[in-house]
């Protein structure tokens, strides 16, 4: 979403769109080196609290932890967090969209093999749909029964059907689509090769100045 603090962000284009800031075109790097779909800024939603939100990215293949929220999150990317109005944004787009949304702080790293970003404590933090029977008690400004958020959510790949969840840093939990097809544990890891290549795809992409993009890392699978 634009941040008029942003101040100084380059508009850059890449993969056929024209990304606000060099950090949102760097994540798009990041998820289409992966293999991971994205749709970015996909439709602006007007907030409970009458705020017009518009979330960068789409994710339409990617899960977070619950079952909920099959068929896709939103993902808003920060250079850092310390807009507390911007939590209470994202609980709402979660709670009026029904998908889970992740906030991401920095630029994709991989640091000792893992995935991860640069902000501040590294964290990303995420908020799930609102799970309550009566809805009504779960308002804004009332009883703030689902207004949590996680943080330390990660990227993860399963290595058995390669799909990309998010999920807590706890490596524990395994990929829910392998246990509903096979009935079997897989479990989802930061570290698989794909995701922390993609971060160091990302991270050493050039753009040049006109803000096209230009792949000159010349340790992209050895060419
Ligand atoms: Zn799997």
């Not at 992740?102 to 995420?126: A, C, F, M, V, W």
């Not at 993860?156 to 939990?173: I, T």
Request: hydrophobic residues 25%.
């Amino acid at each position: 979403m634009r941040n008029r603090n942003e101040v100084g962000a380059i508009e850059t284009v890449y993969d056929g769109y024209r990304f606000r800031s060099r950090l949102e075109a760097r994540w798009a790097v990041f998820f289409k080196t992966a293999g991971i779909r994205y749709i970015y800024e996909p439709e602006c939603f007007r907030l409970p609290s009458g705020k017009l939100y518009l979330p960068d990215f789409y994710l339409p293949d990617v899960n977070m932890r619950t079952t909920e929220d099959k068929g896709g999150i939103y993902v808003e990317v920060k250079p850092s967090v310390s807009d507390s109005d911007e939590f209470d944004y994202l609980f709402e787009l979660s709670r009026i969209t029904g998908k889970s949304v992740l906030l991401i702080e920095g630029t994709p790293k991989s640091s000792d093999g893992h995935l991860d970003s640069d902000g501040d404590g590294h964290y990303q933090y995420s908020w799930e749909p609102c799970t309550c029977s009566d809805k009504s008690k779960c308002s804004i400004g009332g009883y703030d029964c689902c207004k949590w958020w996680d943080n330390y959510m990660q990227f993860m790949r399963c290595y058995k059907c390669l799909r990309v969840r998010v999920q807590y840093d706890s490596r524990s939990e395994p990929c829910e689509y392998c246990l509903e097809k096979t009935g079997e544990k897989v479990s989802c890891y930061d570290d698989h090769p794909s995701l922390v290549h993609a971060a160091q795809v990302a991270r050493s992409y050039r753009f040049d100045e006109r803000g096209r993009g230009l792949r000159l890392t010349a340790t992209v699978n050895g060419k």
